[in-house]
């Protein structure tokens, strides 16, 4: 499980990967939530999420790890994101007065997969360029839950997310191990008896006595966010590579290495359930805002006055499906004894979900390292919704929201982080019945 972001399969016996029922800490099954977001949200989400808005998302793929010194990732030009010629970049993206001059080296062999499969494609037309520099203009700033990217660095530069996609890339072995054990073990709640949260074969019941719900509930969304990820790259593994073409599906024996019940002893449908409690945290937190985004001063702005309208009622229309959704987590649970302990316990939560966001910036593949960030910092900004409901129900329906405010990189990261966990319960289905066809 902690191994890496991907591994190579050995044959495994066949079996049905199944979880079912009621999920913990609240009222929701999982087959509500396999209706609902097969047949109704993932569609529409999809179609948001191809849009200009949705599919430029700023981000500085060269600072240094700030936890360790680190020389794992891929020093190879390829490895790396191509920047645009320089003059095709707007000043106002280059302004910035610092530059990271630390350069990887010690070139692992397993670098060689990885500058293939994990680089990342950072060609952007100049039309494009251009237009987000005005989407940058039209923004305002905050941030809470997450230590966002500097967007006025030099190094931070804008990614095409649809030419990138999440997907395995041969990064594995003891540099991605290493992040896993980093998060899990030094910035996840847990038992002060238990040494490793990661051993199999633990019952949520004895392995979660005396934790309170809130760290019970911050444990389960990484191990959602890492079972998602996970889902990701059995689902779109490099099948085949040849000089002719580079053949992506679905890798059956992947998936059953990190989900599979009997081959994980139990580990597997747990991980599952907890991807889906994921789901439903950042599925309360659309519903949440919908204050926000419904205010007419609210734009898409991308400069495309009718298509920016049509994107915005797609975006509307999801948001009132997300509130329709009949089985919502009940955040209230959350933080509701003692006001100072409970503030104190907040602040905690905030601090340990900020490091989770800065360790990926140890993530030796630029790729994975992309998508890593954008997660963390989509799940940080439905965590800040959720935890500023009175400020958003303050917010009037004309002028500035003062109290409440996301940025353009918090709505791109907010809607692409619930679209990759949206995709990996779709996934689910897929996989259930590719296994079922093989029995």
């Not at 320089?86 to 302004?95: A, F, L, Q, Y």
């Not at 009949?326 to 509701?336: K, Q, R, T, V, Y």
């Not at 963390?376 to 935890?387: D, N, S």
């Not at 940025?407 to 990759?420: K, P, S, Y």
């Amino acid at each position: 499980w902690t191994k890496g972001w991907g591994w190579g399969g050995v044959h495994l016996p066949i079996t049905l990967t199944s979880v079912t029922g009621h999920l913990d800490d609240c009222t929701c099954d999982v087959e509500t939530i396999d209706a609902f977001n097969n047949y109704k949200l993932f569609p529409r989400l999809n179609e948001l999420l191809e849009s200009d808005y949705f599919r430029y998302y700023k981000v500085n793929l060269k600072k240094p790890c700030p936890f360790w010194n680190d020389n794992s990732h891929c020093g190879i030009r390829d490895c790396a994101v191509k920047p645009c010629p320089s003059d095709e970049v707007p000043d106002g993206i280059r302004s910035g007065s610092y530059k990271y001059s630390e350069e990887a080296n010690n070139l692992a062999e397993e670098c060689e997969e990885a500058k293939r499969l994990g680089a990342v494609d950072g060609s952007l037309s100049k039309e494009t360029q251009e237009a987000v520099l005005r989407w940058t203009r039209h923004d305002d700033s905050s941030d809470s839950f997450c230590e966002a990217d500097d967007i006025y660095s030099p190094d931070a530069e804008y990614v095409d997310l649809l030419l990138n996609p999440e997907r395995y890339t041969g990064y594995k072995g003891p540099d991605a191990w290493k992040i896993w054990n980093s998060i899990y073990e030094e910035n996840c709640f847990k038992p002060q008896n238990v040494k490793r949260p990661l051993a199999s074969g633990r019952g949520d019941a004895h392995f979660f006595s005396g934790v309170c719900v809130e760290k019970r509930a911050f444990y389960k969304l990484v191990s959602g966010l890492h079972a998602s990820i996970n889902i990701h790259l059995s689902a779109r593994y490099l099948l085949q590579d040849t000089w002719s073409e580079k053949k992506w599906g679905p890798n059956i024996t992947e998936f059953q290495q990190r989900f599979d019940e009997v081959i994980t002893r139990g580990e597997g449908p747990r991980r599952l359930k907890n991807l889906y409690f994921l789901y439903l945290i950042e599925l309360r937190a659309l519903s949440k805002v919908l204050p926000f985004f419904e205010r007419p001063a609210f734009q898409l702005y991308t400069g495309n006055k009718s298509y920016d309208a049509e994107m915005k009622n797609l975006l509307l229309e999801i948001l009132h499906l997300a509130k329709s959704f009949p089985l919502h987590f009940d955040e209230n649970s959350f933080f509701a004894g003692n006001k100072k302990e409970a503030a104190k316990l907040k602040e905690e939560f905030r601090l340990h979900f900020k490091n989770i966001s800065k360790i990926m910036d140890c993530v030796g593949c630029f790729k994975c390292r992309l998508w890593g960030k954008l997660q963390t910092q989509g799940l940080g900004t439905a965590l800040k919704i959720l935890f500023s409901e009175s400020l958003i129900e303050k917010i009037p329906e004309s002028g500035p929201s003062y109290g409440f405010q996301l940025t353009r990189q918090e709505i791109v990261a907010l809607f692409n982080a619930f679209g990759r966990i949206s995709t990996s319960v779709r996934e689910l289905e897929n996989f259930r019945n590719i296994l079922q066809n093989m029995r």
